[in-house]
């Protein structure tokens, strides 16, 4: 099977479906791996590497797509998508992340062009798929850099210092939200000698905000059905809502750096800190909204830019991950390769819609949107499992 790896077409996107070390690994599977002509150098891959690593480099993206059976990116959405696909061709399998929850459409998109699709922000939160998490990589590097985007702002040192000058205090850091990314910025600042408080709706997180060393931040209100199947937190109502924020407001105004890391899939990401809220936080804090893309959740966040509010500055930033394009590829490759090696063979893919990973990432296959989730987002009837089978039986012809 011949497995393609195109450069990215996103603007600013620095890294790469896999790395050398991920086409060592499929290659002694007996797959094929073609790689477009400087597809890694921004992640400090070469064309050498990849070489060295069994891979064929290709000179340009037709080049590259051209004969292959499965074609990877990380962005395959939007713009990016629009470019690839007339390079693309019936029968292909394009896998990537395309937010399909929040843009179901992609899938009849595809479908329209017989693309076989598969999302990969729709693998599934179990045990057995947590090796094919990219969100949760993704999550894990946004957390970390995010602590750092707040030190480099913050007008004050993290740590506390004795020094001949005297004692400096250590900066006050607060998380909202503890998944992935909230419990590697808790971390982080940890390390950084913060002190760290942080605060998430869901009762269990409070176990996981101590083991990262920070504490927990309890509101004294209670919320129903705080988490959803797959471990996301779960959008709360408008009463919730405005208790939370009136609750809150006093622990915002002590802070001298927030992080706020709360998204809910599919969906805006819900507003935390009001304009009101933060006329009440000192001067000179910093807020660093990783939900900067889905809407925010500081009311005045503007995604992609830094803004000023009276006195606190609001930092809304971008594909956080492709600011550290090395580690974000190497985990990002190692996500898909376990994914590829869980449906690759060397004849081609294996469509068992029996399996939960397979079924749940799949959007399009032999011309059909397929995954239920994204039907029903686009008005469609529920496919029976004697369709779907249908559909798997005529891709193996």
Sequence with gaps: MKIAVIKEI????????????????????????TVQTGAGLKAG?????????????????TATVADAEVVLSLTGHGDALIKLLPQLHKGQTFISMMDPLANPAVASILAEHQINGIALELVP????AQSMDVLSSNATIAGYKAV??????????????????????????????????????CATAKRLGGVVEAYDIRPAAREQILSVGARPVELNIEAENTETKGGYAKEQSAEFIAKQQAAMADVLAQQDVVITTAA??????PVL???????KMKPGAIIVDLAAETGGNCELTESGKTVQHHGVTIIGPQNVAATVPNHASQMFGTNLTNLLSLMATPEGLNWDFDDEIVRDTTISHNGEVVNARLRALLNLPALTPVETAETATEEAK
Excluded at 10 to 33: C, F, H, M, S, Y
Excluded at 45 to 61: C, E, K, P, S
Excluded at 125 to 128: K, P, S
Aim: aromatic share 4%.
């Design 10 to 33: 996103q603007p600013g996107e620095t890294r790469v479906a896999l790395i050398p070390a991920n086409v060592t690994k499929l290659t002694k599977a007996d797959l094929t791996v």
């Design 273 to 279: 800190i009001t304009e009101a809220q933060l006329n």
């Design 264 to 269: 809910i899939p599919g969906r805006k990401a």
């Design 125 to 128: 939160r179990i045990t057995r």
């Design 45 to 61: 891959f070469t064309d050498d590497d990849y070489v060295a690593a069994g891979a064929t480099i290709a000179t340009d993206l």
């Design 148 to 185: 750092l985007m707040g030190a480099a702002n913050a007008p004050q040192l993290f740590p506390m210092m004795m020094t001949a000058a005297g004692t400096l205090k250590p900066a006050r850091v607060f998380v909202m939200g503890v998944g992935v990314a909230g419990l590697q910025a």
